[in-house]
């Protein structure tokens, strides 16, 4: 793989992994169509490693209050919100995680297919099209409970389907819980740095000596810098009420999927 390309799949990774339109489904779709010959899945983890980066840069500073409010949980006994959030956090982390495990074959597959990604693609746009409706919570972060953190556990652990966006389920499974939408999407980006690293897993498993290092590099760069703007960007647009407009962007990618998996 050329370090041109690595580049354009970075940039499509990084737009995508935080904006509700799937970006396993994006490099599908993209792979499909350049006729991509390396491991999806390990290329696809890889690039996961990029927009790790630009998540925990964003969210730098409450992931140290994070970490701080852990330590001092375990070694002084002494809990504060923040303690209370990582626990949930690793509540909602859990399903996902099992899912991944025990379905692991399944979802293989599924990266092989433009046909699943364009059903799937559909599945995200309906999602969004219905919490539109529904986002009028006022609920923070401060208020989630651990039957809150299992419904949008739940939701991350079916977004291991590609098509299915993980930030658009995970967004929309708080809106439904009443969240507010910037408290839904926070909490979603949090939650996505465990499930990142869950995927970096996959890149060792599979390996990605065949990418070849520049290519690797620049891809991982890549997805970190446009990462990194796509979560200010949501941040902004969800305020906004917009995700009617990325309902009708993935019907529209879907339909394109859909074209490709039956005329190809």
């Not at 690797?216 to 941040?235: N, R």
């Not at 009420?241 to 339909?255: E, N, P």
Request: charged share 15%.
């Amino acid at each position: 793989m050329s370090i041109y390309q690595g580049i354009f799949l970075g940039l499509v990774q990084g737009l995508t992994e935080f904006l509700p339109v799937s970006s396993s489904g994006h490099l599908v779709i993209v792979q499909h169509l350049i006729n991509f010959k390396q491991d999806p899945i390990a290329f696809d983890a890889l690039l996961h490693l990029g927009t790790l980066v630009a998540v925990v840069v964003y969210f730098r500073g409450e992931l140290a209050l994070l970490a701080a409010s852990v330590w001092k949980r375990l070694i002084k006994r002494e809990a504060d919100r923040y303690a209370t959030l990582a626990g949930y956090l690793l509540v909602a982390t859990v399903p996902a995680a099992v899912a991944g495990v025990v379905f692991e074959k399944l979802f293989s597959d599924a990266f092989q297919s433009v046909g699943v990604v364009g059903l799937m693609l559909f599945v995200t746009g309906a999602i969004l099209w219905l919490a539109e409706g529904r986002a009028r919570g006022a609920k923070t972060l401060e208020t989630l409970s651990f039957s809150d953190s299992v419904w949008v556990g739940l939701a991350q652990a079916a977004a291991v389907m590609p098509g299915l966006s993980r930030s658009g389920a995970t967004i929309c499974a708080g809106i439904w819980r009443g969240f507010e939408r910037r408290e839904a999407a926070r909490f979603s980006f949090l939650l996505s740095i465990p499930i990142i690293l869950g995927a970096a897993v996959f890149a060792l498993k599979h390996g990605i000596g065949a990418v070849g290092a520049p290519a690797a590099v620049a891809a991982m760069a890549t997805a970190a810098g446009s990462g990194f703007l796509a979560i200010g960007w949501l941040l902004k647009l969800i305020q906004e009420q917009r995700l009617r407009f990325f309902s009708v962007y993935c019907f529209i990618v879907g339909s394109i999927a859909l074209a490709l998996a039956v005329f190809r």
